[in-house]
């Protein structure tokens, strides 16, 4: 069993940073892939940043390239998302999540089979 508990949303104007954070507690082999997802009101649920946990190669979604970094610390067991440059747009509850299988599509939150409770992040114009 993995258990993933967020940290770090709040309010921020546009063009603002926060980073968020994600404690995993649990058996580590039981998953390759950890990712951010994010939730806006009546929107589907999205992925924004996924790494691969056995090397670190991380992935992301277009419309985040370049202003949001995912990074892991194996020693605190703990996953990141820095996010700079945030827009309005940007506003949505976001999830990390532990990916069990190796491969597949990794933006498939249905794929996932971990989550956290989520953390609210606000930006505002």
């Known amino acids: 069993q993995v258990q993933l508990v967020e940290f770090g949303g709040g309010s921020v104007q546009a063009g603002g940073s926060l980073r968020l954070s994600c404690v995993v507690s649990?058996?580590?082999?039981?998953?390759?892939?950890l990712g951010w997802f994010r939730q806006a009101p009546g929107t589907e649920r999205e992925g924004v940043a996924v790494?691969?946990?056995?090397?670190?190669?991380?992935y992301y979604v277009d419309s985040v390239k370049g202003r949001f970094t995912i990074s892991q610390d194996s020693a605190r067991n703990t996953l990141y998302l820095q996010m700079n440059s945030l827009k309005p747009e940007d506003t949505a509850t976001y999830y990390c999540?532990?990916?069990?299988?190796?491969?597949?599509?990794?933006?498939?939150?249905?794929?996932?089979?971990?989550w956290g409770q989520g953390t609210q992040v606000t930006v505002s114009s």
């Open positions: 999540a532990a990916k069990s299988r190796y491969g597949g599509n990794l933006w498939d939150s249905d794929q996932y089979k971990y």
């Open positions: 649990g058996y580590q082999s039981s998953y390759y892939y």
């Open positions: 790494i691969y946990t056995d090397g670190g190669t991380t």
